[in-house]
């Protein structure tokens, strides 16, 4: 077998098959692109410049020749394997991967899959990735190497070859040519490897800046007793809505759906009492990282990457927590997601910590989250909420009925006795759609995540009108956009924001702020950073000396 195998691969006619591939693997990762939409056959009708020096390279004799031949082989690789991650990053996040602060989402990443689709499907996906990897390695290793070995016994006519491929690029760009508006003159992935190098370097200088910003807090030695004086008396919850973007409100095919919705929780509020203020915040993230925006929106600070968090958490920065506790409140994090313990706590400056394993849940997960955000919010009566004699409460809350992958979505339940210990949500799991199908049908992903985003909002105004009494002030926002499927091309980083209370002093603080009357900002209203809310919020809340 083996011998005809040998004479097969040497038969003059697979032999030039062969190399005609190795050609083709080499054009096609040189010009490969990084955005999913760009992968057309008319992307593909260009002249990459890089192939000219590619054949200037492998004009040297044979030892060094095989050597330049392996590593270009890996970069390609790389390269392609990069732009392959980019495309994923786009579709989800709406940017591309990072290759030095980005490693940490993998394993949130897998931790979603086995949430979703269960852990044969994550150990399925990782084994199917690691053998493209190997692959595409592999094949653009051997392929420079085949087309070195031709350019090795060819030599002038490589040389000609490589100044044709520079004319006629240098000719195609100074002409502009283009087919449906992509230049023929392509010199992408040279761009793309300066690119990343640059945002390699960016990242590690990114450090030494961030420790000086850590340091520039005009809030940092106000003395306790000053920075939240306005809110004495109140129970502050500040609440994340997971996924809940500008798109919600404004994109053609969710408007219809929440915009009612969101006026009619309004009109609820106003018959129970409640007023309330909206405005837009911009995210430091988009279509995941929640934790980025909470530290962002906690600190002060621009928190658009694990390097920053990292380096955030490890320092004694003044955060909204630490500064509600300094003036003796009840500092609380209620977190259904979490399943494990959270050292970062300490950093915030929590007394407590509420999550999936001390809530009492007894019902079925939906997906990703852990328990529905209707029993989350009954629960808080239970373990602080409605507890007798218990000091002014400040509680961080995030939602995540919300949370990609949109389905099942929990029933929500107009008796909320009947919540319980969560049994009654059994059924609900059991008959609602699951990712896979859903997912099997892009075209239902919006309605679906339109749908929870109507859930999640509906639970948390409703807790407020039945069991929120005369001190609350309740501070509820997204955290970032859901990823493009459902907001759309695009989209921005905005998310909505909103405060509820029946203070009508709280709400006299904020006027300045411009914010728009009831659940719905309007597209004129303000946008901030969301880094700029935590000083906004001292400055408006604490006294006078403390704003100055």
Request: charge should be neutral.
């Amino acid at each position: 077998m083996k011998p005809f195998v040998r004479r097969l691969f040497a038969h003059p006619a697979t032999a030039r098959t062969l190399t005609v591939l190795a050609g083709f693997i080499v054009f096609a990762a040189l010009i490969f692109p990084n955005v999913l939409e760009r992968l057309t056959p008319l992307g593909f009708l260009r002249i990459p410049v890089e192939g000219a020096f590619l054949i200037a390279l492998l004009l040297v004799p044979p030892r060094p020749r095989r050597i330049a031949g392996i590593v270009v082989g890996v970069l390609l690789g790389l390269l392609v394997v990069e732009k392959c991650l980019d495309m994923g990053f786009f579709a989800e996040l709406n940017r591309p991967f990072d290759p030095v602060l980005d490693w940490v989402l993998f394993d949130d990443a897998y931790h979603f899959v086995v949430d979703s689709y269960g852990k044969g499907a994550a150990i399925g996906a990782i084994a199917a990735i690691v053998a493209l990897v190997a692959v595409v390695l592999a094949l653009t290793i051997w392929a420079v190497l085949r087309i070195g070995a031709l350019i090795g016994r060819n030599q002038r006519r490589s040389l000609i070859a490589a100044g044709g491929i520079a004319v006629a690029w240098a000719a195609s760009f100074a002409l502009g040519l283009s087919i449906a508006a992509v230049p023929i003159a392509a010199r992408s992935t040279a761009t793309y490897a300066w690119d990343r190098a640059h945002q390699a370097q960016a990242g590690f200088r990114d450090s030494a800046e961030f420790a000086k910003e850590v340091k520039q807090d005009a809030f940092a030695n106000v003395p306790a007793g000053q920075l939240l004086t306005a809110l004495k008396g109140k129970d502050v919850i500040f609440t994340f809505v997971e996924s809940y973007g500008r798109s919600a409100i404004e994109h053609p095919q969710l408007a219809p759906m929440v915009d009612p919705v969101l006026d009619q929780l309004t009109g609820r509020l106003t018959t129970a009492g409640f007023q309330s203020r909206s405005g837009w915040l911009t995210s430091p993230t988009f279509g995941g990282g929640s934790w980025l925006a909470h530290s962002t929106f906690e600190s002060g600070l621009w928190i658009n990457n694990q390097q920053r968090y990292r380096n955030l958490v490890s320092s004694n920065r003044l955060t909204l927590t630490r500064a509600f506790h300094g003036e003796d409140f009840r500092t609380v994090s209620v977190m259904p997601g979490a399943t494990s313990a959270w050292p970062e706590a300490a950093f915030y400056g929590y007394d407590q910590v509420w999550d999936s394993r001390n809530l009492g849940y007894r019902g079925p997960k939906f997906s990703w989250a852990p328990m529905p955000d209707q029993y989350t919010l009954k629960q808080l009566n239970t373990v602080e909420y409605k507890k007798p004699d218990r000091k002014n409460l400040m509680i961080e809350m995030p939602l995540v009925s919300s949370h990609t992958p949109w389905a099942p979505i929990p029933t929500y339940l107009d008796d909320w006795d009947q919540i319980g210990d969560g049994s009654v949500y059994a059924p609900m799991a059991a008959d609602g759609k699951k990712p896979k199908a859903l997912w099997a049908d892009p075209v239902q992903v919006r309605p679906e995540y339109g749908k929870s985003i109507v859930y999640s909002v509906t639970s948390l105004v409703n807790w407020i009108t039945k069991y929120g009494d005369d001190n609350l002030v309740m501070v509820f926002l997204g955290d970032h956009q859901p990823s493009p499927i459902a907001s759309g091309a695009g989209a921005s980083h905005d998310v909505p924001i909103s405060i509820v209370t029946k203070d009508r002093a709280v709400l006299e603080r904020i006027t300045d702020w411009q914010w728009a009357e009831g659940l719905r900002p309007h597209g004129d209203t303000p946008v901030w950073p969301m880094n700029a809310f935590r000083d906004r919020f001292f400055t408006a809340f604490g006294t006078k000396a403390a704003a100055s």
